[in-house]
């Protein structure tokens, strides 16, 4: 009888404590639920309060903690302090956790424009788990991003066969956008809404894409829902974006009432409680500072100048009313035009609130391009929420032209994005400045020279010439990676929104 007692008291205590258990972690699930829809609506600071929170009962759960953490580091643009997390979480028995750790890796590597690292960690990641989206998305955006564009459409269309997701959509949207080919990356964010009319992020990026390309109503309509979703799902400062967009756009579109296809608050709800659902497959956007005003047009350039200036071309700015400057950082600086060259296609941008010196490119890195020699253009070929960074295409110097002309041909790419970004040799040195607005008529004209598919670049002792610079250029002796060039010059390389 005392035996049969005995039994019952441990199968009851066992009960009770597995009971007791289970509770537990059905709690620290929803806390964390609850932790990601925070992060999700970008009030981070709610997020790190409900994390100070939470009663830590084993190492797994504090892995998962460490993830959010790196995730919040990653959303307020601090990705070196993000890596720390993803590294403490990364030293686990748990794959998926694993898993997670190099994910945060490899997109923390690849906003920072260390592109080598972004490539290994996602690998790795995939080999650990080869169903997971999001490190085969990161991959891709990195491969684009170094120039092995034949290989990242590869890894999204075996992606895209069998998950058709607005990530995916995005990136090979995104992949499109890099070729100037807005209408094709319309195509395919226009196809998904077809599926899933009222998806936030691709609604967001369509706007952008429908404002370059003429499109103004459709723009709009597209930025108005994303202002009614971030309403209602109570994220302020990114309904306080969407507004100012649409008002850059229309400065009167508010004065009177306006018309919008509704969507039901419990469809914005069904939305919002997916992205909490598929919370470790989406891509995370570091909060950028954002531009006053919608860009309706777009290019590239540098900084100079002991962080004071800045090098585009001057078709970029021709018909300019306001000029903004990010840098690869997601720093942004209002400018203005200070000087000016028509016939090199040259302008200097003087900027309001100067850069750090260290993001100047010093005018002792300015040499003469060869005919022959390896370079890598850095530009920013797209616009909107995923296009913080730049993009590398690799090429050589294919011909320079007379010092009179200024002009030098090369085979590797350049779009409308790309104008008046900087063009590297593989030691580091600036050799010229992108531009694709050519005049092919004039062009021909001046220098007999029937333009061909061939990219365009003005040399930069021209920028020396135009602008009263004159420093001695030093020779640097030994080559340097692509992917070294591209992380050391990040800083210095800036997207120009136009309006």
Do not use: C
Not at 115 to 122: E, P, V
Not at 190 to 214: E, S
Not at 416 to 434: A, D, M, T
Not at 467 to 491: A, Q, S
């Amino acid at each position: 009888m005392q035996f049969k007692i005995q039994k019952i008291l441990t199968f009851t205590i066992s009960f009770f404590l597995l009971i007791s258990n289970v509770a537990s972690a059905s709690s620290f699930n929803e806390k964390i639920r609850d932790i990601r829809g925070e992060i999700n609506r970008d009030n981070l600071s709610s997020a790190i309060k409900l994390l100070e929170k939470i009663e830590i009962e084993n190492e797994l759960q504090q892995d998962e903690i460490y993830i959010l953490y790196g995730d919040i580091y990653l959303k307020i643009n601090k990705p070196k302090k993000a890596e720390e997390f993803y590294e403490k979480a990364f030293f686990t028995t748990n794959k998926y956790i694993e898993s997670l750790s190099l994910t945060g890796l490899a997109e923390a590597n690849l906003i920072q424009g260390k592109l080598d690292y972004a490539i290994k960690f996602s690998e790795q990641s995939i080999s650990i788990n080869p169903e997971r989206i999001k490190p085969k998305i990161i991959l891709a955006i990195a491969k684009t991003r170094v120039g092995d564009t034949d290989e990242a459409l590869k890894i999204l269309n075996e992606i895209h066969k069998k998950n058709i997701s607005a990530e995916i959509a995005l990136t090979i949207s995104d992949y499109y956008v890099v070729f100037d080919d807005y209408d094709k990356a319309i195509d395919i964010l226009d196809d998904f809404l077809k599926r899933v009319p009222n998806n936030i992020k691709v609604l967001n990026q369509i706007a952008n894409l429908y404002l370059l390309n003429g499109n103004e109503e459709k723009a709009i309509n597209s930025k108005l829902k994303v202002l009614k979703f971030y309403e209602i799902n109570r994220n302020t400062n990114r309904a306080t974006e969407a507004k100012t967009w649409i008002t850059s756009v229309d400065p009167t579109y508010f004065d009177e009432p306006f018309l919008i296809e509704i969507i039901e608050e419990e469809e914005i709800k069904d939305y919002a409680d997916e992205e909490i659902e598929n919370y470790h497959e989406n891509k995370i956007s570091p909060n950028y500072e954002d531009f006053s005003f919608a860009p309706a047009a777009h290019g590239s350039g540098f900084i100079i100048g002991d962080g004071k200036f800045v090098i585009t071309n001057y078709h970029v700015i021709e018909s300019a009313n306001k000029i903004s400057v990010r840098n690869g950082t997601g720093k942004i600086s209002e400018a203005i035009v200070s000087e000016y060259s028509k016939v090199y296609d040259l302008a200097l941008l003087k900027l309001k609130n100067p850069y750090p010196k260290e993001f100047s490119i010093n005018f002792e890195d300015f040499t003469e391009a060869k005919t022959g020699e390896d370079v890598i253009s850095i530009g920013y070929p797209g616009i909107g929420l995923s296009f913080e960074l730049p993009t590398i295409t690799q090429g050589i110097v294919s011909k320079v032209l007379d010092d009179e002309e200024g002009i030098f041909l090369t085979t590797a790419a350049i779009n409308q994005g790309n104008s008046g970004g900087p063009i590297f040799n593989l030691k580091g040195q600036l050799v010229g400045i992108s531009f694709a607005g050519l005049d092919k008529l004039s062009f021909t004209m001046m220098t007999g020279w029937v333009p061909t598919d061939m990219g365009f670049a003005i040399k930069s002792n021209k920028v020396k010439e135009l602008f009263k610079y004159n420093v001695n250029t030093l020779e640097k002796k030994y080559k340097i990676d692509k992917t070294e060039i591209y992380e050391n010059k990040l800083p210095s390389i800036v997207f120009i929104g136009v309006k």
